[in-house]
């Protein structure tokens, strides 16, 4: 019997798209269905606009520097309207390139909300079935609130892109690297912050040293950082009076919206006005109501797909990338998997995505670039030196302004090879795609000293520490 096409994908973000068209490229037939705006989170609602809020929110501090080098240079106040029109405009022609990467090669695009209602078929919203003789499910993830009264007064990331107006402040729940991205964008944009975080230390499951780098700057900042400090209660600031939350109300807000002013309440017992609470405790897979149980796929508890080495299901047609089966939440490695089903499935060439010593940034002020081991998990596997240099670079030391940078190497004591690097400084992001590659090899620390230094510069500092600052 034969299928109407050789492959339909689920889901048009990063890891969908480049499955689909690559797949397409071999002659294959292929179909992709998304609900949303093509583009899916990284370019709509993540990495893209985010990146791009923060090169708008850096340029107080770049003012404040160039007064320190002697110009002078006011920032002025920033027009939320004027940067938001000019987002939106981009993420427009981003969205047309991705549905012209499709087309191009031939994929046939339905934009709507699709289901598995067998492991061969597909349903469209309209009522359209669709054979395959392979499914790809690529649908991401999407964020959650967490389990307090009046939750949905908060907004989550997807909110932050539509806001019509910056607010005078805003109380950021959550200490992961969404969380603190947005919180150092509000900031530089002249938002008042706050930041909760129920934990010891913002940045859990990075380099200690490094996450604490990256906390004091953020407080150095103006971020009022709370950490083990979490919200309790949630209010509408309109229904509360003199005394903050309403002490006789203890069910939810009915009109609960993520709109306007809140009043919070700590674990402290504190209680607080802001104009807006945003919400960044964490990212569920889109796997609900997609039709997985009719199909016999499997979830594990957190709802994402499990999959094999080569990113199959326990169902031989169906397979899934992404951050729908939450391994490595990142675009690039959503790529990757794209690449390698295609590889994989319609190359003959079976190919299981790289997910060892993967390098990633967080995009803080300043960055954090981090790759392979933190120095913690490295000293419960074997003995290490560390290499670490604090400083502030001669660029922002001249100007007067605090900017404390952070360059270490993680080394295994018998092999000599660098086990991990992680970097707090401007740019951390672009230095540590350069690291990754000499990590990924698996470089010693030898072969970094041989590497002559580039002169003056922040990085230079990764090829000329010769003493441990630590050793284990």
Same mark, same amino acid.
């Given at each position: 019997?034969?299928?109407?096409v050789?492959?339909?994908?689920?889901?048009g973000?990063s890891?969908?798209v480049?499955?689909?068209?690559?797949?397409?490229?071999?002659?294959? *037939? &292929?179909?992709?269905?998304?609900?949303?705006r093509?583009? $899916?989170?990284?370019v709509i @609602?993540g990495?893209v /606009?985010?990146?791009?809020?923060v090169?708008?929110?850096e340029f107080r501090e770049?003012?404040?520097l160039?007064?320190?080098y002697g110009?002078?240079?006011e920032p002025?106040?920033?027009?939320?309207?004027?940067?938001?029109?000019?987002?939106d405009?981009e993420?427009?022609?981003?969205?047309?390139?991705?549905?012209?990467?499709?087309?191009s090669t031939?994929?046939?695009?339905h934009d709507?909300r699709a289901?598995?209602?067998d492991?061969g078929t597909?349903?469209?919203?309209?009522g359209t *079935? &669709?054979t395959a003789?392979?499914?790809?499910?690529a649908? $991401?993830?999407?964020?959650? @609130?967490?389990d307090? /009264?009046?939750?949905?007064?908060?907004m989550v990331?997807?909110?932050?892109?539509?806001m019509?107006a910056?607010?005078?402040?805003?109380?950021v729940?959550?200490?992961?690297?969404?969380a603190c991205?947005f919180?150092c964008?509000?900031?530089g944009?002249g938002?008042?912050?706050?930041?909760?975080y129920r934990?010891?230390q913002?940045?859990?499951?990075?380099?200690?040293e490094?996450r604490s780098?990256?906390a004091?700057?953020?407080?150095e900042?103006?971020i009022?950082?709370q950490?083990?400090?979490?919200?309790?209660d949630?209010?509408?600031?309109d229904?509360c009076?003199a005394?903050?939350?309403?002490s006789?109300?203890n069910g939810s807000v009915e009109?609960a919206s993520?709109?306007g002013?809140v009043?919070?309440k700590?674990?402290?017992?504190?209680k607080?006005r802001?104009?807006?609470?945003?919400?960044?405790t964490g990212?569920?897979?889109?796997?609900?109501?997609?039709?997985?149980?009719?199909?016999g796929v499997?979830?594990?508890q957190r709802?994402a797909?499990?999959v094999?080495a080569y990113?199959?299901?326990?169902i031989?047609?169906i397979?899934a990338?992404?951050?729908?089966?939450?391994?490595i939440?990142?675009?690039?490695v959503a790529?990757r998997?794209?690449?390698?089903?295609?590889?994989?499935v319609?190359k003959g060439?079976?190919t299981?995505p790289d997910?060892?010593?993967v390098?990633?940034?967080?995009f803080?002020?300043?960055?954090?670039?981090?790759?392979?081991?933190t120095e913690?998990?490295?000293?419960?596997q074997?003995?290490?030196e560390?290499?670490?240099?604090?400083?502030n670079?001669m660029?922002?030391?001249?100007?007067?302004?605090?900017?404390q940078?952070l360059m270490?190497l993680v080394v295994?004591?018998?092999?000599?090879?660098?086990?991990?690097c992680?970097i707090?400084?401007?740019?951390?992001?672009?230095?540590?795609q350069m690291?990754?590659i000499?990590?990924?090899?698996?470089?010693?620390k030898?072969?970094f000293?041989?590497t002559?230094?580039?002169?003056p510069?922040?990085?230079e500092?990764?090829?000329?520490?010769q003493?441990?600052?630590?050793?284990?």
């Open positions: 019997m034969s299928c109407d050789d492959l339909f994908v689920i889901g973000g890891g969908g480049r499955a689909a068209r690559t797949a397409a490229a071999t002659g294959a *037939r &292929v179909a992709l269905a998304e609900d949303r093509m583009g $899916g989170t990284c @609602r990495c /606009p985010k990146k791009l809020m090169f708008a929110s770049q003012a404040a160039a007064r320190g110009w002078t240079a002025g106040a920033f027009e939320w309207q004027t940067f938001r029109a000019k987002l405009a993420l427009d022609r981003l969205e047309g390139v991705y549905r012209n990467l499709l087309t031939g994929v046939t695009i709507m289901r598995l209602s492991p597909v349903e469209l919203e309209d *079935r &669709v003789k392979h499914v790809l499910i649908t $991401g993830g999407h964020p959650v @609130r967490p307090v /009264p009046n939750a949905a007064l908060g990331s997807d909110d932050i892109f539509e019509e910056l607010p005078e402040s805003v109380l729940v959550g200490g992961g690297y969404i991205e919180a964008i509000l900031n944009m938002v008042e912050v706050t930041q909760y934990g010891p913002i940045l859990r499951g990075f380099d200690d490094a780098t990256v004091r700057r953020m407080q900042q103006g009022d950082l950490v083990n400090t979490n919200v309790v949630l209010r509408p600031a229904a009076g005394e903050g939350l309403n006789t109300s009109s993520a709109t002013p009043v919070a700590s674990t402290s017992g504190a607080q802001f104009d807006r609470l945003l919400f960044a990212r569920a897979p889109n796997s609900r109501d997609i039709g997985l149980e009719e199909a499997a979830v594990n709802g797909i499990e094999d990113s199959r299901t326990a031989p047609s397979y990338i992404g951050d729908v089966t939450d391994r939440n990142l675009t690039p790529i998997e794209g690449q390698a089903f295609t590889e994989t319609f060439n079976p299981a997910h060892d010593l390098a990633s940034a967080v803080t002020q300043p960055e954090l670039g981090t790759v392979g081991l913690e998990a490295a000293r419960e074997e003995e290490i560390v290499y670490s240099a604090t400083f670079p660029r922002t030391a001249f100007g007067g302004r605090p900017n940078v270490k295994s004591r018998s092999s000599r090879k660098v086990l991990g992680h707090v400084s401007d740019g951390a992001g672009e230095l540590i690291v990754g000499a990590v990924k090899a698996g470089l010693t030898e072969d000293d041989r002559v230094a580039v002169h510069t922040m990085s500092e990764l090829v000329t520490m003493t441990p600052t630590r050793a284990t």
